[in-house]
């Protein structure tokens, strides 16, 4: 064999492998930390990255919790309570400036990772498909879609439950002809990103507009 | 025994010297453990590897060589096709054992990365017995519109049977059928279709990437590759080759660790012997002593060739500690840097290495201690005893 035969196949190899890296990545992260934090958040001069399980904060009983403010149960196969999420906080010198925070959710086609920067009260202030699936998936990444979300926090999702005629959020339309799942799988996502960042970092702070009696 | 016990409390008499000499030796040792268990550990790993493709011999399209950068800015762009009628014409050799075609076709995944797709037929089992399904079972046609996902495939992708799969730019939707359990190989992150759906969905038709064989006598591998040779479109590849091709890659890796492994040593020989001569030579008085009430030359030689063990055989043990204890944090380092690394373990530290690293730690001891113990022994005692005034 010659050796660019051989070349060729360890190429295949080395491909193969840098694809089995990829599927390593479980928690969500950003796909280029560096860039990705400092285009959401220009004024950042650095930012800290943890990971956060749920197991590591309060395990099931934290999970039922969650799953009591999301209206919807954990998937056993997937949303197990040992996965870590990253957070990126952002800093501007020494002051935090907001985060990062991304979440895996199954969609209909395919994993969704939706990627939410959020002020230090909890207010999305940017939105973006990392990854979906989807025949329409250039609609769901569309700006006119994604920004729709921007002040969005916590307290929207609780009020929608409770009365979802008024909210912003009921506002927001579904922009695919044929995908309302992965519509609705973008709103569950978010809303559980947004409750798991309210639990790890901001004290429950939107806990006074849920409503358990509403939530369906 | 008594000799021992005096060498033991000599070298407790300076602690901090002597700690730092049996560190020493304990970084050359773990060096040389980490290295001898990489070799042995990398060879496992990779033989497992290829072991686990399933076949000793792939035919591929003939072709320049493509850089893995190369095919993934490509998207699969740059892989090689050959027509489907070549497996016609192998398929019939008596030599063969098991044969597989296949087509491979990489997709980008939104946000960066890629997507393997793999068109396979029943046969692609009967090579990987270990392909086992997790969940759900074998497609139900040749043609039909479904896929088996790779067990890492299916966490990414969040999909169970049932669920659909979206392959982007063809447009298609296809149904998961089925789950492999996990295999540890690249298999997990691939996604696996009917050939035939594959060759028409990526509009490829009766092409291939790849033929895997193989042979009821390894002993005929060479014949039969000569026999391919005609063949002009395509290439033959013995895995043995490719097992032998990448150790010789990361051989270039080995000798620069094998050289700061040798300098390590070296270091460690002259901190050793640097150590127990200063130690005699401020005890010039004290063995001039012990000739004068008696201690024979001999005596005075395994007194300070002891002490010397003594150190290398502690710096010995404590380095196989290091070696065992960094053993993943070495792995993760050196798979950082090599240009192939294959799935498992790398380092694989058996008994026999730490008894091979402990009884070179004592003849580096017997070796260091010859000189130091040779000046101690031929001390006059009237000398020595003098030189201190």
Partial sequence: MSKSNIKYFISLVLLNISLSVLWGAVGCSLNDPDRDVIRIFPASTNYKTEYISINSQGGEEMQREIEARLGDVFDEKFEKTDVEYSYYTILKGSEIIGRIHGLNQRGRFGGMQLILATDLEGRIVDFYYQKISSPEADKFKAIEFTNQFLGISLQDFYENAQDSTKTRLAQIKDPSQENRQDFEYTLRGIKKNLIQLDFFFLNRIHDKYFNPEKEN | MRLLKIAYKNIARKKIRSLLTIGGVAMAVAVLVSLLGFNAGYKMALNNDVDKMGYQVLVTAKGCPYEAATLMLKGGGGLRYMDADVYDRIVTDDRIDKITPQLATVKTIEGGGFTMYMGIEDSYTELKPWATFKEGKWF??????????????????????????????????????????????????????????????????????????????????????????????????????????????????????????????????????????????????????????????????????????????????????????????????????????????????????????????????????????????????????????
């Fill in chain 2, 140 to 389: 139900t046609s040749p043609e039909a519109l479904e896929v088996i996902i790779g067990y890492e495939a299916a966490e990414l992708e969040q999909r169970t049977i049932g669920d659909q799969i979206f392959i982007p730019d063809t447009r298609e939707i296809l149904t998961v059928v089925g789950i492999f359990e996990r295999t540890g190989t690249q298999d997990d992150g691939v996604i696996f279709l009917p050939l035939k759906t594959a060759q028409k969905i990526f509009d490829l038709p009766d092409q291939l990437t790849g033929i895997g064989i193989k042979l009821k006598d390894l002993g005929q591998l060479s014949a039969f590759e000569e026999d391919l040779y005609d063949e002009g479109s395509i290439q033959v590849i013995s895995l043995a080759q490719v097992k032998g091709t990448i150790l010789n890659l990361i051989s270039s890796a080995q000798i620069l660790v094998t050289s700061v492994a040798i300098i390590a040593i070296f270091v460690a020989i002259v901190g050793v012997i640097n150590t127990i001569l200063m130690s005699v030579f401020e005890r010039t008085q004290e063995i001039g002593v012990m000739k004068a009430i008696g201690a024979g030359n001999r005596q005075i030689f395994q007194l300070i060739w002891y002490e010397t063990i003594i150190i290398c055989t502690m710096g010995g043990l404590l380095g196989s500690l290091f070696a065992l204890a960094g053993g993943s944090g070495v792995e993760y380092f050196v798979k950082r840097f090599l240009p192939f690394a294959p799935e498992g373990n790398l380092i694989y530290i058996s008994p026999q290495l730490i008894l091979f690293s402990l009884l070179g730690a004592i003849a580096l001891g017997l070796f260091s201690g010859i000189y130091p113990a040779l000046r101690a022994s031929l001390m006059k005692p009237i000398e020595a005893i003098r030189s201190g005034e």
